[in-house]
């Protein structure tokens, strides 16, 4: 694999600047924090490359993939677009002999998981994905706490979910042919937080999932009507050691969470809040659970890209692996079609 010989030397290159969140400055900037060196924009949105260009005087720009490819020097080619494109657009790169890192989820199928895979070892190329929540600080807590430290003893079950009630957006993020389906986006970091806790394969997977009611709602002409998300799903996971994961995104959840992610173990548990913080509950003295609360330390995401040029500079082991990056979607791919199933179906991979 081709490596550099300092993190500056690496030209980035980014497809897709959006404008839902700005995630293109966001990775550009991330980038540059580790070194490396901000150098082309891909987007199909003239209006947008005119932000890039203000973002970044003199930068590459491009309106298709096959032209930057064609002209660009870029090394490494990160993917923030809808994602049903993650796949195509990444695989073209690999086979420019181009480094790739795709926005979260990594792709959509086990299947495009697998294929991609494959092409990065043929070129042999680096492929991640922007897991950069795994280095959120509510997570690294909690995995200090109950993975090094065994604060709540055996972990046997895993609750995660988001969600409130109400109309989903009008966005490519309802289409789900688009974005895989509404467990793609949220459900994808829940589930990779998970994993980082519950260090055992995984063996079946099933899914659930209530559809038709707010598609039912939009009026005829609405653009994602007959393509719309779930308006709710399950994917709840059984693993070799007998714990579980269950977990539920949501258009119709009328009842409010007290968390986003709890681990329950034999000897306590653990519940995050993103905005209020953590809390510990365990046995006292008595038959009372004694409870304690924190406030979560502060985020690392940008230990992501600091990892990535480290790699490419031959410093240090890539942290965000496809293989890593596989696991979630393995698990929503066959939540996806165990819901469409009936049935559990059985983790090619664990
Ligand atoms: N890691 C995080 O915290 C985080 C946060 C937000 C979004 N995301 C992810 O980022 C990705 C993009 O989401 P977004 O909110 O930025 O969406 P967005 O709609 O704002 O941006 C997507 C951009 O891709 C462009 N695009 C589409 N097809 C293209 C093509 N063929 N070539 C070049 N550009 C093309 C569109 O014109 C659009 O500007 C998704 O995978 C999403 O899940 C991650």
Redesign the pocket.
Known sequence: MRRYKKASDIKVGV??????????K?HLEGCRKAGMSPFAV????PS?LEVARSDYPGIETYG??KDMLAQSEADLII?????N??YP?AAQCVKAGRHVV????FVVTTAEADKLIALANKHDVMVST????HWDGWIMRAVDQIVNKKVIGEVFRVEAGMGGYGMPGD???TSKSISGGIL??WG??LLEYALQVVRSEVVEVSGFAKTGYWAAKMPKNAPWKNDCNEDEATAIVRFKNGAMINLSITHLGSAPRPYQIAFYGTGGAYEINYSQGWTLRKPGRGKELVEKTGKHPASKGHLYYQNVADYLTGKDQLVITPEWARRPIHILDLANRSAQAGKALKAKYG
């Not at 891909?42 to 949105?45: A, K, L, V």
């Not at 922007?130 to 929540?133: D, E, Q, S, V």
């Open positions: 497809i897709g600047y959006g404008g839902a969140f700005n995630m293109g966001q891909c987007e199909i949105d947008r298709s993939l993917h923030i677009t809808p994602h494109l993650h657009l795709t926005e979260k989820p922007y897991h950069n929540r966005w490519w993020r793609y986006d994808v970091h």
